[in-house]
């Protein structure tokens, strides 16, 4: 006579509740659904498309494109859109003066997908970058990007950009304070309904090396005295997950109504972390990196794409993430039979 396998532990069959599919689902400990999901958009000064070349499938939408896109992702049940300029190389110059302008295309394109689709969320970029021609975040003096200073004017932006109709304000520099800030002059300003989703825990990462293409942020320095060539002093260093800790720490005391870990597959460990340490609305932005490094391999064949895709997104909300930035947003919606 055979012994039954695992007769020592006959009621270990993890196995069971694998069998098929309707037990599956009903076990099912996380879900996905289009509402986890912020459209993670590029919109530029001209007419028409213009395809990222690192990103396949993403282009740079003109501002009438963006207004038709929020109409999409209304009717997707996406909630919110995440738009970040690309501004012609010729009008950067060293303090991204630009990111003040009332009438640029940010505030167009907020003004545009408002407009359009009023239930939709928009959130912009509290940061620099897009309009300096050094493509750093903050402004640099004699080689080190400035902390106050550069605060002083990324309140500016936030407010022109909250006036113009955004909804939710996510600064991505990594100056200290600069929360507190934004929520402060909020106030003075009677715009306390604005939210702040603050990048809390951002890394210096090479993962967002597609965005700088999709943006025209260009290469940063070379690490001459006067431009650094990379964000380290100011963006967190990719080996620390304590400091993390503090960071999300420090921007819900000033004022922020969610954070955000970036970037996302390569962090989940400090996504997961911020969740049980201050169950507060954390956000992964599942960088231009990884959309890049899913599309490449998949178009090699090397991925079963939209298998690929939706798992990584899974990972996300299995890390205990309210949701997350990602420009596969309205391909997922419509995947999940939105
Ligand atoms: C800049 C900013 C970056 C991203 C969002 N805002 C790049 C950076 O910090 O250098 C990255 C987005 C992506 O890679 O998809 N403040």
Redesign the pocket.
């Known amino acids: 006579m055979s012994k039954a396998p695992l007769a020592a532990y006959p009621a270990l069959r993890l196995r069971r509740l694998r069998q098929a599919d309707w037990v599956r689902r009903l076990v099912r400990e996380t879900v996905l659904t289009p509402a986890d999901l912020i459209w993670?958009m590029v919109v530029h000064e001209g007419e028409g498309q213009v395809p990222v070349a690192s990103m396949p499938g993403v282009s740079r939408l003109s501002v009438k494109d963006c207004a038709a896109a929020a109409k999409q992702a209304r009717a997707l049940g996406i909630p919110a859109i995440a738009v970040?300029p690309h501004i012609d190389g010729s009008k950067k110059d060293a303090s991204g003066k630009l990111a003040l302008d009332p009438d640029g295309v940010v505030a167009r394109a907020v003004k545009a997908m408002k407009d359009a689709a009023p239930e939709v969320g928009i959130m912009c970029?509290v940061?620099l970058?897009p309009f300096t021609d050094h493509g750093h975040?903050g402004l640099i003096e004699n080689g080190r990007i400035l902390n106050d200073p550069t605060i002083e004017r990324l309140v500016e932006q936030g407010l022109m950009q909250a006036k113009a109709g955004c909804d939710i304000l996510a600064p991505?520099?990594m100056m200290d304070g600069r929360c507190g800030a934004l929520r402060q002059a909020l106030e003075a300003e009677g715009l306390q309904d604005v939210m702040i989703m603050s990048y809390a825990a951002k890394y210096a990462s090479a993962?967002?090396g597609p965005?700088r293409e999709a943006i025209g942020s260009g290469k940063l320095g070379t690490g001459s005295v006067g431009n650094p060539g990379d964000?380290k002093t100011y963006?967190m260093d990719n080996a620390n997950h304590a400091e993390a800790l503090r960071e999300v720490a420090l921007d819900i005391a000033e004022g922020a109504d969610m954070v955000m870990v970036k970037p996302g597959m390569p962090y989940l460990d400090i996504v997961r972390q911020v969740v049980d340490a201050f169950s507060m609305p954390t956000f992964a932005?599942q960088?231009?990196?990884e959309y890049a490094m899913l599309m490449a391999a998949a178009q090699n064949g090397w991925l079963e794409e939209e298998r690929a895709i939706m798992e990584s997104l899974g990972a996300f909300k299995r890390a205990g993430a309210a949701g997350v930035i990602t420009y596969f947003a309205p391909r997922a919606a419509k995947l999940l039979g939105a």
């Open positions: 993670s970040f970029d940061a970058d975040d991505s520099d993962f967002y965005y964000k963006q932005f960088v231009s990196g």
